[in-house]
């Protein structure tokens, strides 16, 4: 039962924080007449923050230093940007959570017993439960906006971009729970995945840039370019002939890491003029890090279990 401990809590640590500040964009993005609305994305914030909360206390001496030292967990701007979208949005945010994470050390010659297995048992069917919840919330959410029936400030496209990031991470849960590990992925659909979704960060941050920051714009618009064009090869690309295709997503994605490190330091030191919440940029830097991490395991022939 090892490996279902360690990569069901190295998958919390990674989308239990995703599903949170989803939960949070959101909340924020909602008008003030939609109250029901905004009720039941703060009841996932919380619960979600709960969970990762949960998890934390648990991650401690199991998970592996590669997804600890990733960048996908915590990155060097998480708490400052946590802290600035609490007072920006009133919303509120456990940046102790943040803190516990940043002081968590790697596993080594890892044992479990029950207790933890039990533990973890628990908190994977907590998540599903919440996830179950936060999906029925995301697709009522993109009807209601596809028939002009709701406003709210998040894209249909976002809506339907978190929409499929929950979906994954149901299905990552729900198969550890099944067969109590992950299946080796498949190279040409996992890349489709995270290409897709990295070039669709791509629009999203062209999308909300101040008009001004035309180097920024044309500099995101190239990577939602590159990403298409990834896409499009990878459908294409015979299974057994993906390795060249994932040498050149790999550097793509060291480019992209790069630019959205930039734009997270700039968004948090209040350098670039957007629409852009602080932690939104720290959230697409952190999927970047586990995109890279992904694909260097990869490109290492070695089983990348954190895909998912």
């Known amino acids: 039962m090892k490996e ?3 990569l069901s809590l190295e998958t919390h640590l990674f989308f239990g924080r995703i599903m949170k500040e989803h939960s949070l964009f959101l909340l924020a993005g909602f008008p003030a007449k939609e109250t029901a609305f905004i009720q039941r994305a703060d009841r996932f914030r919380e619960e979600f923050e709960d969970g990762l909360r949960r998890t934390v206390r648990l991650a ?5 230093e590669s997804v600890l030292n990733s960048g996908e967990v915590v990155t060097e701007f998480t708490g400052k940007a946590e802290r600035q979208t609490r007072n920006l949005t009133g919303i509120p945010i456990d940046t102790k959570i943040t803190e516990a994470e940043e002081r968590l050390r790697a596993g ?8 933890i297995v039990s533990q973890v048992r628990m908190l994977n069917r907590q998540m599903l439960r919440s996830l179950n919840g936060l999906i029925s919330l995301k697709e009522e959410i993109l009807r209601e906006v596809a028939g002009c029936r709701l406003y709210t400030t998040n894209y249909p496209l976002l809506i339907e971009h978190i929409l499929r990031e929950a979906t994954l991470y149901r299905e990552i849960i729900s198969e550890l729970e099944r067969r109590g590990r992950i299946s080796s992925p498949d ?12 070039m669709e960060h791509a629009q999203f941050i062209q999308g909300l840039l101040d ?3 035309c180097e920024l714009m044309e500099s995101a618009g190239g990577f939602a370019r590159d990403y298409c064009r990834l896409i499009e090869e990878a ?12 040498a050149r997503t790999l550097q793509t994605t060291k480019k992209y890491q790069q630019f959205k490190t930039v734009g997270t330091e700039g968004i948090t030191g ?6 852009i919440l602080p932690l939104l940029a720290d959230h697409v830097l952190r999927e970047a890090n586990h995109y890279l991490r992904i694909l260097a395991d990869a490109q290492k022939g070695r089983d990348s279990c954190g895909i998912m």
């Open 211 to 213: 008009p001004t920051e």
């Open 270 to 275: 209040c350098e670039i003029r957007s629409v």
């Open 187 to 198: 190279l040409r659909n996992l890349e489709l995945f995270w290409n897709q979704i990295m």
């Open 108 to 115: 080594t010659c890892v044992t479990v017993n029950r207790e």
């Open 235 to 246: 459908k294409e690309q015979d299974r057994r002939a993906m390795n060249a295709l994932t």
């Open 4 to 6: 279902y401990v360690i």
């Open 60 to 64: 401690g001496g199991i998970v592996s």
